[in-house]
């Protein structure tokens, strides 16, 4: 099986453009979860999509933004980008939802660059 | 809110001998998952043991095993034997069984000395 995949790997935009970054999960897999890895705030958990639906976010403001289609594939979107909001985003998928004892499964990620 | 310590920012080990790391953790509640996970130098991040609990035994993966200690809140990770292949950023992560949420630590940094 193919593992986890984000598109694009790197991207570089300025303060007050919106990016859209994208996840494709493990076939099969219909959990999508979004983190964010700064060296200074380290993990951060985003936001989990399960079936189309956001089960779960965590402390972010609302320019922070995601849905999920019917093929289990993600999208983030962040709006209004900050410098800060230069890090790593990384998406993991599990077969089921994170109430589960499901193991997550990491893609690469997503390296933003805010200028 | 629950919180997730890693004391150790950075940690080396020569090879073939054993290393502990260290993870401590606040929480009110009673049953919860821990995990740790390792990120290897541009390379992803990948699951290397997990812990219910409720369960009393220690979970083990081979050269990988943990100490929980539920009333100290304390989860450290043993790797025995250590390779090469184990220098890596390792993750402490909490997950609650009350809103799902995962708290990871800030990891620590582990050099493999040969």
């Not at chain 2, 290897?40 to 095993?65: D, G």
């Amino acid at each position: 099986k193919a593992g986890v995949t984000q598109t694009p790997r790197y991207l570089i935009k300025t303060r007050g453009q919106q990016v859209t970054l994208s996840c494709s999960p493990i076939s099969g897999h219909r959990s999508v979860s979004w983190y964010q890895q700064t060296p200074g705030q380290g993990l951060q958990f985003l936001f989990e999509y399960f079936s189309e639906t956001q089960r779960n976010k965590g402390n972010f403001p609302g320019r922070f933004s995601g849905r999920q289609f019917s093929n289990s594939r993600s999208e983030m979107n962040v709006s209004t980008l900050e410098l800060g909001d230069s890090a790593l985003y990384l998406c993991a998928s599990s077969l089921n939802p994170l109430n589960s004892y499901n193991e997550q499964f990491f893609g690469p990620g997503t390296r933003l660059t805010v200028l | 809110a629950q919180t997730v310590t890693q004391s150790q920012p950075e940690m080396s080990v020569q090879e073939a001998e054993t290393v502990t790391l260290s993870c401590t953790y606040d929480t009110s509640e009673s049953d919860y998952y821990l995990f740790w996970y390792k990120q290897p130098p541009s390379r992803q991040m990948i699951l290397v043991i997990r812990q219910e609990a409720y369960k009393q035994q220690n979970a083990t993966e081979n050269r990988f095993s943990v100490n929980f200690q539920k009333a100290a809140k304390s989860f450290s990770l043993k790797i025995s034997d250590s390779q090469l292949g184990d220098a890596a950023m390792y993750f402490c992560a909490y997950r609650s069984t009350v809103d799902d949420k995962i708290i990871f630590g800030k990891g620590t940094r582990l050099h493999i000395l040969p």
